[in-house]
């Protein structure tokens, strides 16, 4: 997950993926025969295509502009996931905490409650701080401050098993999941 847009981060791709085909196709059309022979029925494809030079230096900057921004884009999107929660360095020696330990823990002290679906962790790496965000699903209708206690107990057993304390984030959802999600009731 990065800081951009996941449907911007979409639509980018649904286009760069259409030019390239298009791209690809002309280009194909142009120098590979059986390419030609397929579209001859469909097109009517030039014999040879004769491009001056100011327009060839006109497209060989538009690509090193388009480069150029890509290369921005790249270096410049941040934020995103990783799966080491807490790395500890003495000396020569580190210790490396993957996220699937913080999510044992929390899915651990989390089960037994009544008004939790689910819970998810993720782990970022923020301005050079490792930092966690866990997302329960809160039961529709559940109560929160009975959730949010569940929460506060569940980081205060995870901070004891790391030896340390890891920024959090909790956020509490709703929604299709909780709605859908079946009650069981005792008669």
Known sequence: ??????????????????????????????VLQPVRDALQPYLTLPQQVTVPDQALWIIAAVC????????????TRGG???????RERSGEDQVTVNVALVRDVIDHELTGVHDIVAAKVDTYLVKKTRAARIRV???????????????????????QTLGRQIPVLVHLTGGTRTALARTTRVQ
């Open 1 to 30: 997950m990065t800081t951009t847009n996941r449907g911007f981060n979409r639509v980018l791709l649904l286009l760069i993926g259409l030019i390239s085909i298009i791209v690809g196709v002309t280009i194909g059309a142009g």
């Open 64 to 75: 090193a502009v388009v480069i150029v921004l890509a290369v921005i884009v790249v270096f």
């Open 80 to 86: 995103g996931g990783t799966s080491v929660a807490v």
């Open 137 to 159: 699903h809160v039961r529709r209708g559940g109560d929160a401050v009975t959730v949010l206690d569940a929460v506060d107990h569940a980081l205060t057993t995870l901070d």
